[in-house]
């Protein structure tokens, strides 16, 4: 089974960058799709990004689309969200989650893993 641990999160004024990694343990990623994923206080969880398990495929949020970046590096069993012009509305706990098919995992559903969160401030 994969565990999953975010970092990187932190306080930043509105334009900054942060990069958020997902370290991966217990079994390799390279077969899993992987997603970003966001909740904001008071607000349900909604997607961010996600990439296929090859890296081939990558997939955005309307709302991140052009700021935001996600990578991976199989070798290194991590995940990557390189996030550039940061805006107060991106101010929430980020997650990390594994699955087995692209599609599925944008929706959040059957997932075969998720981190503890990783928290993103970002102040005007």
């Known amino acids: 089974q994969v565990q999953l641990v975010e970092s990187g999160g932190g306080l930043v004024q509105a334009g900054g960058s942060l990069r958020l990694s997902c370290a991966a343990s217990?079994?390799?990623?390279?077969?899993?799709?992987m997603a970003w994923f966001r909740q904001a206080p008071g607000k349900d969880r909604e997607f961010v990004a996600a990439?296929?398990?090859?890296?081939?495929?990558?997939y955005y949020a309307d709302s991140v689309k052009g700021r935001f970046t996600i990578s991976r590096d199989n070798a290194k069993n991590t995940v990557y969200l390189q996030m550039h012009s940061l805006k107060p509305e991106d101010t929430a706990v980020y997650y990390c989650?594994?699955?087995?098919?692209?599609?599925?995992?944008?929706?959040?559903?059957?997932?075969?893993?998720r981190g503890q969160g990783t928290l993103v401030t970002v102040t005007s």
């Open positions: 989650a594994a699955g087995s098919n692209i599609g599925l995992t944008i929706r959040m559903d059957a997932l075969h893993a």
């Open positions: 217990g079994r390799t990623i390279s077969t899993y799709a």
């Open positions: 990439i296929t398990y090859n890296g081939g495929g990558t």
